[in-house]
């Protein structure tokens, strides 16, 4: 099914995020804020969360797939130490680690 | 208002309108809203290329708000799938807002909150949010939490939009390199504002994500963030309660 306009793919898209959203306050509205359930479902969320995040860097879809492993892992290390050498400043860790990135590229190729 | 939840708290901690704001403002013009500024840049020139309208791209940003699933959306359209499978992988993609809306709305404190205003806080959270929220609520006082994630969360919404337009209009060239390091800044930036979160389990159940999703993305592609959640969460859950109970033994012991 080809669809002509596009407006009905964002909208409904729109929905369909929209749809876990809604589930998830359902959800949160008949549940005790102490209880284990709640405990168990924020794990799961940092676990999501977490390899989200490994597989952004160490399994890339994007463009960093052109990066070699190495490189990326290097930079995330430059970016974690210039991180707490910087009293855990942010900004002070991903300019760090993003220039790395982008100054290793350019120097190894 | 929306101070609505008057807890009493410790002085120390963050309170009143002007200061939350502020710091609320600060935290995201210090680094998340340029980020998503960039990131939507280059939703927005992908959008483009598959044929969506500027309007529509920015619409996506806005009513979507979740990278994984709007890349799923223009990709699959580009491709030209049919509707129920642009959706489909669109809303898969985006399936981790539920254990995200459960873990989140709690956090907030607020006792009287109307349903509608609930959806509307889900409707508002993003991973960005959701993780800057986790780390910075501690010093925040219960009752201003909200106040401080809806501040928080419109402004990388707002600069979310901006970009989506920005990257549809302008096509910007930049040099590889430079691209690169901009692309590697989303990751990074969560990897180190999830690297303060407090609790074991929490913690453990970062651990496990990590170690998880090579086999889950290998074995189950689809969905492989849904397994590794699963998974690695609910061994995460029971190892940091076994952890946390040792814990209190030793404790009481010595």
Redesign the interface.
Known sequence: ???DN?????????A??????????L???R?D?NGAF??????????????????????PE???A??SLPI?VG??AI??GA?FLFK?R??A??VA???S??GL??WLG | MDADNPVKDPPELLAGNVAVMRKALVDSLSLPAFILLFTMMGFGSLARSAGFGAEMAAVASLLIWGLPGQLAMVELTRTGQGLMAIVLACSLANARFLPMVVSFMPTLARKRASFPRMLLDAQLLSINSWAMCMREFPQVAAGWRHRYYVTFASSILLAAVVGTLLGYHIAVLLPLTLVLGLIFVSPLFFALVLSAVPGRAQRMSMLLGCATIPLSHFFWPAVDLLVTGLVGGSLGFVLGNYLDKRARRDHANR
Do not use: D, H, P
């Open positions: 099914m080809q669809i596009f407006w009905v793919i964002v909208l409904a898209c729109g369909a995020t929209f749809f876990w959203r809604a589930l998830g306050v959800v949160t509205r549940i804020a709640f405990r168990w479902v924020t794990c799961v969320s940092y676990a999501m969360v977490a390899g989200l995040i490994f597989r952004m860097i160490v399994m994007s463009e960093l052109s990066v990326r930079a995330v970016a974690f991180y855990r942010l900004v860790g991903v680690g993003g220039l990135l982008s590229v350019a």
